[in-house]
């Protein structure tokens, strides 16, 4: 990179022996290495995180742009990708990066700095087909996706005792209904496994069996049919009673899913 020469006039000195140029990628290895694992780092189990190459690969997409999901298997240690909806041939695969639950704005810029989420963390301006959507039909996505994250707010104070079982669900079926309108269908084995929890808290044994079997379905979506939280979930919907969380609150019919 650089030698030592005599200078007329100065002595010695040093010269560069080739180009430099300013934070030069080759003097910053370390740096840029870490960079990269940053950017592309994914869980890979209980304080773990891995490289993978070819799901590296994964652009992202809002809301309902995107139509992926992955997960780590421990019992198979890999990473696993499991597809959302329909995919056609020829048709990007796209992940998420971020909670999309959010208005467009609100993803774009990260809270307080004036300055956009996705493109200080990966270096891109979103431009999926949610973000691309006129003014008027990206409005009506974002009360869409903010009412949605008041109602996963309002479900949450279930667990201290704010709300009942009844009206529990009842948050979760409205979720379900305006996802189903936007088009999110991310997390949803989750969402189906809470209200299980619900109905079996409160020794609603068909609710209990309805939603634990809805929670397998979309957790077999999510991360696939071989895996604990399926096997637990169908133990459950053949007998609620053997729930952990069976009986624990007052005895309430709380009801299950509509669709």
Same mark, same amino acid.
């Given at each position: ?52 190459? +070819? ?7 809002? %809301? %309902? ?28 695969? *796209? ?22 989420? *996705? ?21 009506? %996505? ?8 008041? *109602? ?79 096997? %637990? ?14 009986? +624990? ?11």
């Amino acid at each position: 990179m650089f030698h030592v020469s005599d200078i007329p006039g100065k002595g010695k000195g040093v010269l560069a022996a080739r180009d430099i140029k300013n934070l030069d990628p080759k003097e910053h290895v370390d740096r840029l290495a870490l960079a990269i694992f940053e950017t592309n780092a994914v869980s890979a189990g209980k304080d773990t995180v891995g490289i993978f190459p +070819t799901m590296a690969r994964l652009n992202h997409g809002c %809301s %309902s742009a995107f139509n992926v999901v992955y997960s780590w298997r421990n019992e198979h240690e890999g990473l696993f990708v499991h597809a959302l909806k329909d995919i056609k041939k020829g048709q990007e695969l *796209l992940t998420t990066y971020t909670d999309t639950k959010r208005p467009r704005e609100e993803r774009r810029k990260l809270i307080p700095e004036d300055r956009a989420y *996705l493109t200080q963390q990966y270096g891109f301006k979103c431009t999926c087909d949610v973000c691309a959507l006129p003014d008027g039909l990206s409005q009506a %996505s974002d009360r869409r996706l903010s009412k949605i994250s008041e *109602l996963y707010r309002k479900f949450a104070t279930w667990g201290n005792m704010d709300i009942d079982g009844i009206q529990a669900i009842n948050y979760v079926r409205e979720i379900w209904e305006i996802e189903d309108e936007e088009g999110y269908w991310s997390e949803r084995g989750q969402l189906a496994a809470d209200a299980a929890w619900v109905a079996a808290s409160h020794s609603d044994a068909s609710a209990a069996q309805a939603w634990a079997l809805k929670a397998a379905e979309w957790f077999t979506y999510e991360i696939g049919a071989d895996t604990p939280q399926v096997r %637990s979930l169908i133990t459950v919907g053949d007998r609620p009673q053997s729930h952990n969380a069976w009986g +624990t609150r007052e005895k309430l019919e709380v009801g299950g899913p509509k669709y």
